[in-house]
């Protein structure tokens, strides 16, 4: 069973920046890889950023790609998401998630994850 909090949502203007944090419990965290989802008022969620267990390999969605940074320190069970250049666009309550991975494995896709997070909520004013 894993637990995850997230935190360092809020309100910032267009061209700002934020960094949310995601944290776990649990002892096997670098065992998990983790994802970053966002759900915008009136749409589904979707698929921002992910990171393999390790923290050898990312992959991020086209629309955040250049702009967001997924990172992760397994030694402090916690992943993070740096997101520079904020659009109004990215207005979105933000999840991460974990997925149980033996290799170094990543998923883009909600399904492929075992745990969710709250979520935290970002808002960015144009």
């Known amino acids: 069973q894993v637990q995850l909090v997230e935190s360092g949502g809020g309100l910032v203007q267009a061209g700002d920046s934020l960094r949310l944090s995601c944290a776990a419990s649990g002892r096997t965290f670098s065992s998990y890889a983790m994802g970053w989802f966002r759900q915008a008022p009136g749409n589904e969620r979707e698929f921002a950023a992910a990171?393999?267990?390790?923290?050898?390999?990312?992959d991020y969605a086209d629309s955040v790609k250049g702009r967001f940074t997924i990172s992760r320190d397994n030694a402090k069970n916690t992943v993070y998401l740096q997101m520079n250049s904020l659009k109004s666009e990215d207005t979105a309550v933000y999840y991460c998630?974990?997925?149980?991975?033996?290799?170094?494995?990543?998923?883009?896709?909600?399904?492929?994850?075992?745990?969710w997070g709250q979520g935290t909520q970002v808002t960015v004013s144009s």
């Open positions: 990171i393999s267990s390790s923290g050898g390999r990312t």
């Open positions: 998630a974990a997925g149980w991975s033996t290799t170094d494995w990543l998923g883009l896709h909600q399904a492929e994850y075992d745990y």
